[in-house]
């Protein structure tokens, strides 16, 4: 380093950017209505799924006043993050802190029935324990849950940092207006897509790839909703599409891979894409590998 200075001694640093530039720059951080990191929120709800999950956390309580002093200051940080953004809330920053903070037992529950049904849905998967530390989907599933409670109590813009944040880390993309019930089951879970206003039931599994949007992009359509229902038992396989607000998946329907939606189709279906494969055996090994594409 002081090396580096002796190196400097005597540059001239000519600015990079003109006057006029950095002064409207300048005026647009003085304007931002949110001076808050956005990685607060996230190193907030990292914070409270170690509260929640001992196999996360990276200290051990030793006496159960130490987890209620942890559990206060996480709220004391939720409290000074809602804050930031108190003039857009619907009510005051504590009694939005207090009401996220009295749902916790609940969001408890419900990741612990989605670690069982993860467990009991993966062959590969050895303990909950396991889920919960390793597993992407559960890591998706965990943060929206979190970001779905924000969304409920009109907390502006952290439910789609939240979102976004699961989305780098796991690969899966699930906005926080989408309403998930108990026992879901992401297996893999790299590229899935759930929209705003999907709707989805208890028990239901999707591996990977697999996309619940919306048949059309149009603005106007911001308010009404846009993407399907998955209702109760509903199995979805890798690469599927289902597409429209009006689209619903009835119960126990299992609905193969790669296949294209934008119909209902009724409980107990069973929906497969049947591709046309050609298997032809060579008369020479050597055909097999000398080939271009």
């Not at 009694?95 to 009295?102: C, F, I, L, P």
């Not at 909703?225 to 396989?237: F, L, M, N």
Request: charged share 15%; hydrophobic share 40%.
């Amino acid at each position: 380093m002081l090396e580096l200075k002796h190196q400097l001694a005597g540059y001239v640093f000519r600015p990079i950017m003109n006057s006029q530039f950095v002064n409207t720059l300048f005026k647009h951080h003085q304007e931002a209505k949110h001076h808050l990191p956005a990685s607060a929120i996230c190193h907030l709800v990292e914070g409270v799924l170690q509260l929640l999950f001992p196999p996360l956390a990276d200290e051990r309580f030793e006496t159960v006043r130490e987890l209620e002093v942890y559990a206060d200051g996480l709220q004391h940080d939720l409290l000074r993050t809602l804050t930031s953004i108190e003039p857009q809330l619907p009510q005051s920053a504590r009694e939005v802190a207090q009401q996220m903070m009295e749902q916790l037992p609940y969001i408890h529950q419900l990741l612990l029935q989605d670690a069982e049904a993860i467990a009991a849905g993966d062959p590969a998967a050895q303990s909950i324990g396991e889920v919960i530390r390793t597993y992407p989907g559960f890591k998706a599933i965990a943060v929206h849950r979190m970001a779905h409670a924000l969304y409920q109590l009109q907390v502006p813009l952290f439910p789609r940092v939240l979102s976004e944040y699961a989305h780098a880390r796991t690969g899966i993309d699930i906005h926080p207006g989408a309403r998930i019930g108990s026992n879901f089951c992401i297996d893999h879970g790299t590229g899935i897509v759930i929209g705003e206003t999907c709707l989805i039931g208890d028990h239901v599994k999707i591996y990977q790839g697999v996309t619940l949007g919306a048949l059309s992009v149009d603005k106007a359509m911001a308010n009404i909703k846009r993407h399907p229902t998955i209702e109760s038992g509903v199995v979805i396989y890798a690469g599927a599409t289902i597409l429209g607000g009006n689209t619903v998946i009835g119960k126990n329907s299992i609905i193969g891979g790669n296949v294209w939606l934008t119909e209902s189709v009724p409980p107990y279906s069973r929906v497969y894409h049947r591709p046309q494969v050609d298997v032809r055996r060579a008369a020479d090994p050597a055909e097999a590998i000398n080939f271009s594409i």
